[in-house]
Nanobody
Framework: QVQLVESGGGLVQAGGSLRLSCAAS????????VGWFRQAPGKDREFVAC????????YYGDSVKGRFTISRDDAKNTVYLQMNSLTPEDTAGYYC?????????????????WGQGTQVTVSS
């Protein structure tokens, strides 16, 4: 089992920045990819970004490319999501997820473990 705990959400004005953290514990050696998804009220959960264990390859959803950066610190078993130039459309619950099998996936169903989420609210 892998446990994931997100932190760093909050209220920020449009144009501002936030950095989310996803701390992993348990059998972290079994994880191949860590991803971030988000879900706004009344909308489907959306892929935001992911990073692979090997090669540190990164992938981004179209709506966040050029604004968000995903990174990892294996010494701390933590994955970060740096979010810049935030807009009200980025308001959502942000969820960290871990995938044991795929080297990168943008699909929710591929991920095996999920955190409880952290809320990000961007005011206009």
């Amino acid at each position: 089992q892998v446990q994931l705990v997100e932190s760093g959400g909050g209220l920020v004005q449009a144009g501002g920045s936030l950095r989310l953290s996803c701390a992993a514990s348990g059998r972290t050696g079994s994880v191949r990819t860590v991803g971030w998804f988000r879900q706004a009220p009344g909308k489907d959960r959306e892929f935001v970004a992911c990073i692979t264990r090997s090669l540190f390859n990164t992938y981004y959803g179209d709506s966040v490319k050029g604004r968000f950066t995903i990174s990892r610190d294996d010494a701390k078993n933590t994955v970060y999501l740096q979010m810049n130039s935030l807009t009200p459309e980025d308001t959502a619950g942000y969820y960290c997820a871990a995938d044991r099998d795929s080297y990168h996936s943008t699909t929710m169903d591929d991920y095996d473990y999920w955190g409880q989420g952290t809320q990000v609210t961007v005011s206009s």
